[in-house]
């Protein structure tokens, strides 16, 4: 760091890096040279396993849906194609959120938290199970009804047993509605939630508050047609 000397200092007390003068015009200046490098913000840097995602990210188009501003990606869309390195930096974003430890399945809504299951699966060595979007009749089936940003649709839990430790996954959180929809599936069956984890998390949409916290490895949001992105917390 550089010595800071006033201009025109006759003189002063040295302490630390900085001399402190005893002239008032130049006490002024050096009072505002700090508060103006205090008031400096330097943004968080992203871990870079992420940065193959959030660039990816970055370049999405977006487009209208009934004046909801939708990105399209491989994590929400399956197009583009999802770069193998893209999906390395998801499964070690949701690593780190996450303790799969003594967990018995993995539960992925259809369509779009089954590619990430199958990739956290095959990396932690654990069953997962979709929550799908067509009845098997099974005697045990919980039909749940959704409602999304863009649409509203009937899921299906097959395939968890009461008391089963599970972690929900999916793409992304926007409105809330379908891991509502999940979790409120998953509790009828007696399971007990461990985590629910989502590749993305939309803060520019208004959604309520949802039972069960929701942890998330990046934060999006879309203004004047870019998706800006962030690590979340």
């Not at 188009?61 to 929400?76: A, C, E, I, S």
């Not at 009845?135 to 749940?144: M, N």
Request: contains cysteine; aromatic residues 4%.
């Amino acid at each position: 760091m550089d010595t800071y000397t006033p201009p025109n200092a006759s003189s002063g007390v040295r302490h630390g890096m900085v001399t402190v003068p005893t002239d008032r015009a130049d006490a002024a200046v050096l009072s505002s040279s700090l508060n103006a490098m205090a008031s400096v913000v330097v943004a968080p840097r992203m871990k870079p396993a992420l940065e193959p995602l959030a660039r990816s990210l970055r370049d999405a188009p977006v487009v209208n849906r009934d004046g909801y501003q939708y990105f399209v990606h491989g994590v929400t869309d399956g197009i583009p194609p999802l770069e193998p390195d893209v999906l390395r930096s998801v499964i070690d974003g949701i690593n780190d959120r996450v303790d799969l430890e003594g967990v018995d399945v993995l539960i992925a809504p259809e369509a779009m938290g089954i590619h990430h299951a199958t990739a956290l699966s095959l990396a932690a060595d654990v069953p997962f199970a979709v929550v799908r979007k067509r009845s098997y009749g099974f005697d045990d089936e919980i039909a749940v009804h959704q409602e999304t940003s863009y649409g509203e649709s009937e899921l299906y839990l097959n395939g968890v047993d009461a008391g089963d430790r599970v972690v929900v996954i999916d793409d992304v959180y926007s409105s809330g509605g379908t891991i509502e929809a999940v979790c409120g599936a998953l509790e009828r069956a007696d399971a007990e939630i461990i985590d629910v984890v989502t590749v993305l998390r939309r803060v520019d949409v208004d959604r309520p508050d949802l039972e069960h916290e929701v942890a998330s490895v990046l934060d999006v949001r879309v203004i004047d047609g870019q998706v800006e992105v962030s690590e979340s917390d």
